[in-house]
């Protein structure tokens, strides 16, 4: 297991190659293709490396291309603007000389102002859910063969979801899924680590809510799925090595295209970041 914990800050762990340039790797996993979390918190973390005494407040990101694990990610930062209060970084990820991934993202200097927030879902806490060790006993044997081998997993992040049993039940239900997810490590205090690990995490299952109305998940054979576009906003100071609660939905689907939301809030119920995706969800009947 420290193995699987301490790969998430060796993914973060980017070599610099020249002023703007950045080069980074895949865990040995036995992935087919990189996951696309990787190449989130990798790209925003390499911007992080050319901006200073400024937070990210938000990315835009579009997965181009899937990325080959066996291969090193290089990250090529382009420095936009830096003005008085707000500096813009585009990141592209080349492989073989093609770019698999592009990203903005927007850094704010520290302000005062207005406050306001969306209240927390009322749900169970992390430590009423099981572990991974007593779903694992209790829990998954009675899962289908993918979702089992999804949750049993080894990952640097733990994930206890609180409608798990949605996965037993088969059903067309509410397009909702909450999710508790923390790092599995101890965390260093550099910021820019905790935004990058959350940018990792927020890619984890926000596609598979929007199949929930549907009564499909992204384990099954019928469906052709794959992230298309991320984005992602930083509201208020957190920690990724302290539970959050990512509160996802989907408000449509359409046209082979599923579009979900999250909304990510620390233990006492401060709303710390929000996610909007739209990913591919091709029914693929010939695959069964």
């Not at 835009?60 to 291969?71: K, N, Q, S, V």
């Not at 005062?112 to 009423?128: A, L, N, R, S, T």
């Not at 899962?143 to 089992?148: E, G, I, K, Y």
């Amino acid at each position: 297991m420290s193995q699987i914990s301490d790969s998430l800050l060796s993914i973060l762990d980017l070599e610099p190659l020249e002023r703007n340039l950045f080069r980074g790797r895949s865990p040995k996993v036995g992935w087919a293709r990189v996951f696309g979390g990787q190449v989130i918190g990798q790209a925003l973390y390499a911007a992080c490396k050319t901006v200073e005494d400024r937070q990210p407040h938000s990315l835009h990101a579009y997965f181009l291309l899937p990325g080959d694990p066996e291969i090193p990610i290089i990250y090529e930062v382009d420095r936009l603007r830096d003005g008085r209060s707000f500096t813009t970084r585009r990141v592209l990820a080349i492989q073989k000389g093609e770019a698999i991934f592009a990203m903005s993202a927007s850094f704010h200097a520290a302000e005062e102002g207005f406050e306001h927030q969306m209240p927390m879902p009322d749900v169970p806490m992390p430590e009423d859910l099981p572990d991974r060790e007593t779903m694992k006993r209790s829990v998954l044997p009675h899962m289908p063969d993918a979702v089992r081998a999804y949750y049993q997993r080894e990952r640097p992040i733990e994930i206890r979801p609180v409608e798990l049993a949605r996965y037993a039940s088969g059903g067309k239900m509410e397009p909702k899924f909450n999710v508790w997810i923390k790092a599995m490590q101890p965390l260093p205090d550099e910021p820019a680590i905790h935004q990058s690990v959350l940018a990792y995490a927020s890619d984890l299952m926000l596609l598979d809510s929007s199949l929930i109305a549907h009564g499909k998940n992204v384990f099954d054979k019928q469906i052709q799925g794959a992230s298309l576009d991320h984005a992602l906003w930083f509201h208020r100071p957190f920690r990724a090595d302290e539970w959050l609660l990512y509160a996802q939905d989907s408000p449509s689907t359409s046209a082979a295209r599923g579009f979900s939301r999250g909304l990510i809030f620390n233990r006492d119920g401060k709303l710390v970041a929000s996610v909007a995706q739209e990913g591919l969800i091709r029914p693929r009947p010939d695959m069964a």
